[in-house]
């Protein structure tokens, strides 16, 4: 049965969604074409029909992450983003979490289009509008954009080392409760991030 245009572009965004979840749950060598196809549920032989190789899903996969996770941040309070962050529940469901906390390192070691999606992602969260007191939205300044680095860097990096930690560990939770602790402070001191 012949495959509509219109179908075959929904099961290629299926698949890329699925391949999102997966590989943040995963990583990217965690993630066989085969068995992301079978949670897709298609065949291994359809794979490339949609993707000319497991390294342009993964970019795909990338970019549909990093732009969900800078749309559910867009207009959030910044504390109360900064506290769902660091907190276990965001750090113990990798699958539904940030793209960049769950595949920054694995982005490293992957080729130039794995990259530049991150860089774009990352372009994309420094852009995105956010809600704080005295923060005006839009504030674009090279000040503002230090501050947004900084605390990015800060809240992935906490969450990266927590979830290096084993689960029951109580440095995981130590981490996440110091970075929050430190960071929380420095927004209502500065009123801005």
Do not use: W
């Amino acid at each position: 049965m012949k495959v509509t245009k219109a179908q075959a572009q929904a099961n290629r965004a299926h698949i890329v969604e699925t391949a999102s979840t997966l590989f943040r749950e995963r990583g990217y060598d965690g993630v066989g074409v085969a068995d992301l196809m079978a949670a897709a549920g298609f065949t291994h032989g359809g794979f490339y029909k949609h993707f000319g190789s497991k390294t342009d899903l993964m970019a795909e996969a990338a970019s549909c992450g990093l732009a969900q996770s800078a749309d559910a941040a867009a207009g959030v309070d910044l504390a109360d983003f900064v506290k769902y962050y660091l907190s276990r529940e965001h750090r113990d469901k990798p699958g539904d979490g940030c793209t960049m906390a769950a595949l920054c390192a694995d982005a490293a070691r992957q080729p130039e289009s794995v990259k530049a999606a991150f860089a774009t992602g990352i372009e994309l969260q420094l852009a995105a509008p956010v809600r704080h007191e005295g923060l005006p939205v839009g504030d674009v300044s090279n000040k503002a954009r230090a501050r947004r680095i900084a605390l990015m860097a800060q809240t992935i990096g906490a969450v990266v080392l927590s979830r290096s930690c084993p689960d029951d560990a109580p440095l995981a939770d130590e981490i996440l409760d110091v970075c929050r602790a430190h960071i929380l402070p420095q927004l209502s001191d500065e009123g801005h991030i």
